[in-house]
């Protein structure tokens, strides 16, 4: 459960910052972010919700440490960051045949009008096999495009 709910983390917002930030910088601000929410380092005016929160903070920013510190962990944890990005889903509104698009000879791709008023497009190369998820050009939705019958 713990590896689970680490996957789910975002270790470099944690930090503040981002894959790109050097080894250095990313000491740097986890040296910073350390100081501000370590139990030692709290004033005798912070409440007690306030120094549990500290403490949960505290926690997280050490583990994103312990895990973007360590070459090897932060090549696992990027990579495990870029598949979830390729993998990402949406949700599907619809479920639409290519023959129930319309091909637009001047752009050379297939349209299908989305109900926000924008515009789901798929060329021929991304229509050549069974289905395709498409989408729209203004909002979140997609569709599924069927490209058999």
Known sequence: ?????????????????SPSDMLQDLKQKYQRLALMYHPDKQGPDVTVTEAEEHLLR???VDQAWKVLSNQETKRAYDLQLRASELNQSWPVDAHV???????????EVYTYGCRCGGEFSIGREDAEGEEAIVCCDTCSLSIEVKTTT
């Open 97 to 107: 045949c290519l023959d129930d698009m319309t091909w637009d000879d001047d752009n």
């Open 58 to 60: 505290f926690i997280e």
């Open 1 to 17: 459960m713990t590896s689970e709910r680490r996957s789910q983390k975002d270790w470099y917002s944690i930090l503040e910052s």
